[in-house]
């Protein structure tokens, strides 16, 4: 890419800096999910970043729904942010790559709910329904309400659709924890748990790599940041072997003269 080729130090990330990504399609992958879920009668959590991954599920479903691949169950967008940025999509209709008609049908596929009295609405009934909510690794927010209704039933599905950072509540289910400290209460895991990698905006170690292949001569250091300890220090190694560079993960209060 232009503007790299001169550059004498380079800070680049490393969430992914120790495995690459699933290729699959994701509306694939999401149709499943919902499918399988809503034929046993059962609900599907997705827990979402608010700005830009809850408007990616967003267009899956749509296009799930417009090609009837999945059944025509409400969707629920429920995080006031995520509102907020899937309403600036339609009023900035030339910074993406959506058509118009487009854009307005996947922000016309959910129900907003913007009041928490809106938020506890959603599970008056029992019947089968997606909920996108925040926050995208359970930390927080509205998602957790939802959670506590959803985790004990079977039928259910808890689709996680980003990185979990560990320790978080995300990264609990992921590896199969059977109880989930929420509110100050454990609640069984009973719920189906799915994690998808195909739909994250991070580079895998391939990618960075490949990035990184566009610099026109040796910088003086490659500084790694933005991974967990593991994952920082697999593409280290990697980028040590591949280029020979000095790589640098730097802890918290180091300090370096440029």
Known sequence: PAGIQDADYVVIESTYGDRLHDKADPTEQIGEVVSRTIGRGGSVVIPAFAVGRAQSLLY??????????????????????????????????????????????????????????????????????????????????????HLKECLGNPRNTILLAGFQAAGTRGDKLARGERELRIHGQDWPVKAEIVKLDSMSAHADYDDLLRWLGHLSQPPKKVFITHGEPAAAASLQQKISERFGWPAIVPALGDMFEL
């Open 60 to 145: 899956h479903l749509y296009r799930l729904k417009a090609e009837k691949r999945i059944p025509d169950v409400p969707v629920y967008l429920d995080s006031p942010m995520a509102i907020s940025a899937t309403t600036l999509m339609q009023r900035f209709a030339n910074d993406h790559r959506l058509s118009p008609e487009e854009c307005a049908a996947m922000c016309d596929a959910a129900i907003y709910t913007r009041t928490a009295e809106a938020s506890r609405a959603i599970h008056s009934t029992i019947w089968p329904k997606v909920i996108i909510s925040a926050s995208g690794m359970a930390t927080g927010g509205r998602v957790l309400h």
